[in-house]
């Protein structure tokens, strides 16, 4: 429903804005690898795939290797367990966030794999967050858990040393 | 390559503001494309082609411009086309619009970005969750945020490099009446007193939201020659893509930007584009993209860029003066944004850039990112016609 401003106000007065809110449902289909990956979830398992050609491994894996070309089918399963490559403190407020700021999200470099992704970081004073900062994953209890990276509630430091800079400044 | 020569011989712009509420989209755009139909002493009758472009559908709602501005862009009974490449698309735009000229198709082309952030809510655009992913997208700030912070420390750039640039751009425009932000008061102090918004981003050191229109009338060799103001001539355009995430990828120093910047110095005999080029208009939405930009750009060695804004080199006295306009931190009508650059390159050239004009200015660098710092469009402007 339209829902029109000002001409309520005054019916001569010209309509400047309406607001006329869309809803959109989709239906995503994942695809072999991200399905693999996402059920692996489930069962609190890091499935990754490794390219054939540049032996780079991929998390969350995409069935193929962007840079060599080819489809990426070898599984490789890595511990729920990663460094902090970089990070950002949100503390800007927006219409439809989901997460009370401010909040930290890091790029998660799981062990072993050659690219990382976008998590929470908890259980952790925001100032306290560094590059290089080990981390582990905090899973949803059982009855929570769903095919995705949301099974993961959270990373938290493991509190062993920081992974030195030259170790993973090729991931940054 | 068989090109024929194309030049800018109109430009147009509305004044940048935070709400636009006295025209609708449809009128923006034709304000700016009466003001570059003006510029170029032509009528809408003298154009043959409309190439339009604006940011993606979710940031206002409208998912065919195209159609909706047939009518306003006077594209009635011609070929109109709409480009969509993210935040460069403003530049993307240009260059479509341009190879229409340049593969002899048409005379006369007239294009025109726009957005009206206003109506929209880019913020909540930019941070829908992702499919089975946690919801942490957070605008385009908490994409680039963590980029920035890598450059950082790749780098070793002291802190103040961002609030500098944030600075010089604000007082930049100063001296540009279409500018949104006029900040009479911008300080180092001002800045970093700011509220850090996306930690290391303060802001001040971010883009406003605007709503605003640019436009450009493209004419061919002929055309150009017989306009009765001085054209800009195209000396080379580029366009380079690349994935948003795969396993070796430098989101920080992209090789779409690197490879870009080498085809397009290439096209024009460019051997050292800090000595060659007179000036350059680039997409910085956040102020440390102004270092990282001029290394990707090759304007400087890896982890020198910040060196540049240290030193001045990029004020409007310096020799290599970047974003005199205020650049996209004092305006930023996102789907406008990159043909805003576009254009301002192509006035300074032209020596009609008023109050922030750069003295002897015969060539000029128009440059676009967008998404993920992965489409890259950029062209080179000069006061002389090409070889």
């Not at chain 1, 894996?61 to 490559?85: M, Y």
């Amino acid at each position: 429903m339209a829902d029109v401003e000002q001409s309520e106000i005054d019916p001569n007065a010209p309509v400047t804005k309406i607001s006329t809110p869309i809803e959109l449902k989709y239906h995503f289909t994942a695809g072999r690898a991200a399905s693999r990956f996402m059920r692996g979830l489930m069962k609190k398992k890091i499935l990754g795939q490794r390219c054939p050609s540049c032996l780079k491994v991929y998390v969350p894996p995409r069935g193929s290797c962007a840079s060599c070309g080819v489809p990426t089918e070898e599984e490789v399963e890595l511990p729920p367990k990663g460094i902090v490559t970089t990070y950002c403190i949100v503390n800007v407020p927006f219409y439809g966030q989901k997460i009370k700021i401010p909040y930290v999200t890091g790029t998660i470099l799981i062990d072993g794999a050659d690219i990382g992704f976008m998590h929470l970081l908890q259980e952790v004073e925001a100032e306290e967050v560094r590059m290089g900062m080990r981390v582990e994953a905090v899973w949803q209890d059982d009855s929570e858990m769903v095919p995705g990276l949301e099974s993961i509630k959270y990373f938290r430091p493991t509190g062993e040393e920081d992974a030195p800079f030259e170790e993973y400044k090729e991931y940054v | 390559m068989g090109a024929q020569r194309c030049a800018v011989i109109g430009i147009g712009q509305t004044k940048y503001n935070s709400v636009r509420d006295d025209v609708s989209i449809a009128g923006l755009c034709r304000e700016a494309a009466i003001r570059a139909l003006e510029d170029a002493q032509l009528g809408w009758s003298d154009i043959e082609a409309v190439v339009i472009g604006k940011a993606p559908d979710m940031f206002e709602g409208v998912v065919m411009p195209e159609s909706y501005l047939t009518d306003a862009l006077g594209a009635s009974g011609k070929p109109i086309i709409r480009v969509h490449t993210a935040g460069s698309v403003g530049g993307s735009t240009a260059l479509v619009a341009a190879s229409l000229v340049q593969s002899g198709v048409h005379s006369r082309v007239l294009t025109v970005a726009f957005e009206k952030q206003s109506e929209s809510d880019a913020m909540w655009a930019l941070s829908r969750p992702i499919p089975f992913s946690p919801p942490t997208l957070a605008g385009a700030g908490g994409y680039f945020a963590p980029l920035i912070r890598a450059y950082i420390r790749r780098s070793g750039a002291p802190s103040h490099i961002g609030m500098k640039v944030a600075v010089k751009d604000r007082l930049n425009a100063l001296k540009n009446p279409y500018a949104h932000l006029h900040l009479d008061d911008i300080s180092m102090e001002k800045v970093e007193e700011s509220p850090m918004l996306w930690d290391p981003i303060r802001y001040l050191e971010t883009c406003p939201s605007s709503d605003g229109a640019c436009a450009m009338v493209l004419g061919d060799e002929k055309i150009a020659s017989a306009s009765g103001k001085p054209p800009a001539w195209i000396h080379g355009s580029a366009m380079r893509s690349e994935p948003t995430m795969f396993a070796g990828r430098d989101a920080v120093n992209p090789r779409a930007g690197q490879d870009c910047a080498k085809d397009l110095y290439s096209q024009a005999g460019i051997t050292n584009p800090r000595k060659q080029i007179d000036m350059a208009e680039i997409y910085v939405p956040f102020s440390w993209y102004e270092p990282m930009w001029m290394e990707n750009l090759g304007f400087a060695e890896l982890g020198q860029g910040w060196k540049m804004t240290d030193e001045g080199a990029t004020s409007l006295d310096g020799d290599l003066p970047v974003n005199c306009s205020g650049g996209v931190l004092s305006s930023n009508p996102i789907g406008a944004s990159g043909m805003i650059r576009f254009a301002e390159s192509a006035l300074q050239v032209r020596g009609m850039a008023g109050e922030h004009q750069v003295q002897d200015c015969n060539l000029a660098l128009g440059h676009a990112y967008g998404g993920g710092s992965q489409y890259f469009s950029m062209w080179l402007v000069g006061s002389k016609k090409p070889n």
